[in-house]
């Protein structure tokens, strides 16, 4: 149980268009979700944390305008990158923990955006 | 605020021997969680053991096993009979309610040579 799934595994784009991502939890009900972004050789990063329903809550640092976070449902989480460029490129990973273990996250697999 | 410190950015290990990664953490908080994950060469996140901080006794899973020193705040994660398998990043990894999210260390490359 507790399978998290993210779409696409990997995507490239070039500079200026708008990319999202889907993250979504597969057998239970995911009251919060979480974004990270990952670095080669570097730990995770939080971006920003949403709740079913509510607005996300952006890390500082983060800009909300770039990256919209939409939690519209307990099982789909999206995060769209918008007007992307190079430096945007980088591993990005979604995680999701429920009401019943709530102190724990599952990861899904990750996106690999490049921005060409 | 909460940190995570890992101390060792590589370790190497020779196959079925054992390994300690080192994780020392501070919080203020009296209730909280500890994770180790793993993450291989694909990048996935792998959940390894998780402890309680108001349990004493050690979290145990197969190969692995937690020395939780609350006091020196210290979480350590030991491998036994280590496997090829087991090479990857080790993230150490801090919860509390009052955050109510991760914080990660920076990680142990873990290598398993033959």
């Known amino acids: 149980g507790a399978v998290v799934s993210q779409h696409p595994s990997w995507v490239i784009c070039k500079s200026g268009t708008s990319v999202k991502i889907e993250c979504r939890s597969l057998?239970?009900?995911?009251?919060?979700m979480f974004w990270y972004r990952q670095f080669p050789k570097q730990s995770l990063m939080l971006m920003a944390t949403s709740n079913e329903g509510s607005k996300a809550t952006y890390e500082q640092g983060v800009e909300k305008d770039k990256f919209l976070i939409n939690h519209a449902s307990l099982t789909l989480s999206t995060l769209t990158v918008t007007s992307a460029h190079p430096e945007d490129s980088s591993f990005y990973i979604c995680s999701a923990s429920g009401v019943t273990n709530y102190n724990e996250q599952f990861f899904g697999p990750g996106t690999r955006l490049t921005v060409l | 605020a909460q940190t995570v410190t890992q101390s060792q950015p590589e370790m190497s290990v020779q196959e079925a021997e054992t390994v300690t990664l080192s994780c020392t953490y501070d919080t203020s908080e009296s209730d909280y969680y500890l994770f180790w994950y793993k993450q291989p060469p694909s990048r996935q996140m792998i959940l390894v053991i998780r402890?309680?901080?108001?349990?004493?006794q050690n979290a145990t899973e197969n190969r692995f096993s937690v020395n939780f020193q609350k006091a020196a705040k210290s979480f350590s994660l030991k491998i036994s009979d280590s496997q090829l398998g087991d090479a990857a990043m080790y993230f150490c990894a801090l919860y509390t309610g009052t955050a109510s999210k991760l914080t990660f260390g920076t990680g142990t490359r873990l290598q398993v040579t033959l």
């Open positions: 057998d239970f009900q995911a009251t919060t």
């Open positions: 402890q309680e901080a108001y349990k004493q």
